[in-house]
């Protein structure tokens, strides 16, 4: 009996403190929000710490809606809060983000190719499950520096990222 009391105190131990063992170690991340597929964008992002308490981003969203058809390049700064050290790249974020996007009318209307230029800021909290899987709930407001005529554009939305942290 004390032998199977032993073996499931050091399994539960085990269970325990390696994925806070292992996440002491997380400096990147990449993933992508498939939630944002629901209005025509999928956005692939890689993370990278660059502190204790913050991190740096590039992203690549490529969009197909309303005629439009196109990709794009970003960058974010992330303040963490309410981490330490050994909590990496993990909990709650905000930063400022700045975004390029290349963009093709795909529809009957003749409109030329446009680029479009975006800042904003961005607000999540993310979660690494057993040191490798991330769950990242985001919120963006962004505003265009220029304006795209006949785009429909979105100045602000959600989405969940799921990836690879390491």
């Known amino acids: 009996m004390m032998i199977k009391k032993l073996f499931i105190s050091l399994a539960l131990s085990a269970i325990l403190l390696v994925p806070s ?7 990147n991340a990449i993933g992508a929000d498939f939630v944002s597929l629901t209005r025509g964008v999928l956005t692939l992002t890689f993370e990278q710490k660059i502190s204790d308490k913050g991190s740096f981003t590039l992203f690549t969203p490529y969009f197909g809606y309303n005629d439009w058809a196109g990709i794009g390049i970003g960058a974010s700064y992330r303040f963490y809060l309410f981490t330490n050290s050994t ?3 993990e909990g709650f974020s905000f930063g400022p983000t700045f975004q390029v996007s290349f963009l093709n009318n795909t529809g009957p209307n003749d409109y030329s190719s446009k680029t479009a230029f975006i800042l904003g800021g961005e607000a999540s909290y993310k979660w690494v499950i057993g040191g490798v ?3 990242e709930p985001n919120v963006h ?3 265009p ?3 795209v005529e006949h785009l429909d554009y979105r100045a602000w ?3 969940i990222t799921l990836g ?3």
């Open 21 to 27: 063992i292992s996440r002491a170690d997380i400096n």
């Open 87 to 89: 909590k990496a790249i």
């Open 133 to 135: 899987f991330e769950i």
């Open 141 to 143: 407001i962004t505003f």
């Open 145 to 147: 520096v220029n304006t």
């Open 157 to 159: 939305w959600g989405g």
């Open 164 to 166: 690879y942290a390491w």
